[in-house]
């Protein structure tokens, strides 16, 4: 059973509009969220992160928004850029879990059309 | 500064055969944890270990095991290789041995098992 479930395998943007990626969980002892983008042939890059005490947290042109009633929660890039073209991973933690480990989502493909 | 390095990049094993995967940490980092990224899903927790200890085990039969080194290297290995083996492993380092996040993660070793 899937905890975190990214349900767009893909996402086109034009390049300077919007790219909004979701991201659902289903366990409630989740209080730790992070965005990691991938690159072909590279290793998960850490993006933004947010703790379940907030529900906003934004870096840049990367702002991620946690809805913890709706066990939801979304990345936000703006404008988006064409080096932005990735797979981004949603992932939860328990804080002070270090034993669990991070649950991914299988990953969004944000394609930034020119 | 050198990233996470992981050796090999690529290898391709025979079922029934054992594997080696080599991780080194940032130069500091006194934490690594293992994952496995099975093409088109996120990447799933096997180990993390803290001051050459293990502190995390994720849901991963016992052909799978870890050590880390006094040099907080550390090494993965799978016996008794089955198809369902072929992935990315992925090696991930960071300060902390209980909080989940800090990590820096390595390009990883593409294993195929044939």
């Known amino acids: 059973d899937q905890q975190v479930k990214q349900n767009s395998p893909s996402l086109s943007v034009q390049e300077g509009r919007i790219s909004i990626l979701n991201c659902d969980y289903t366990?409630?002892?989740?209080?730790?969220f992070l965005w990691y983008k991938k690159y072909p042939a590279e290793g998960p890059t850490f993006l933004i992160s947010?703790?379940?005490?907030?529900d906003k947290n934004e870096d840049g042109r990367f702002t991620v928004f946690l809805n913890k009633s709706a066990k939801h929660l979304s990345l936000h890039i703006v404008p988006s850029q064409p080096g932005d073209s990735a797979v981004y991973f949603c992932a939860a933690s328990v804080t002070g879990g270090g034993a669990d480990g991070l649950t991914f989502g299988k990953g969004t493909h944000l394609i930034i059309q020119p | 500064d050198a990233g996470v390095t992981q050796s090999p990049t690529h290898l391709i094993k025979t079922r029934g055969q054992h594997v080696t995967l080599r991780c080194s940490p940032i130069s500091g980092h006194k934490s690594v944890s293992w994952y496995q990224q099975v093409l088109g899903q996120g990447p799933q927790f096997i180990f993390q270990?803290?001051?050459?200890?293990?502190?995390g085990r994720g849901n991963f039969p016992d052909r799978f095991s870890a050590r880390q080194f006094p040099n907080y290297s550390s090494e993965l290995n799978v016996n008794a290789l089955l198809l369902g083996d072929s992935a990315l492993y992925l090696c991930?380092?960071?300060?902390?041995?209980?909080?989940?996040?800090?990590?820096?993660f390595g390009s990883g070793t593409r294993l195929t098992v044939v």
């Open positions: 947010i703790s379940s005490i907030k």
């Open positions: 270990y803290y001051e050459k200890e293990e502190r």
């Open positions: 991930a380092s960071s300060h902390s041995g209980t909080q989940n996040y800090g990590y820096t």
């Open positions: 366990n409630s002892m989740f209080d730790y």
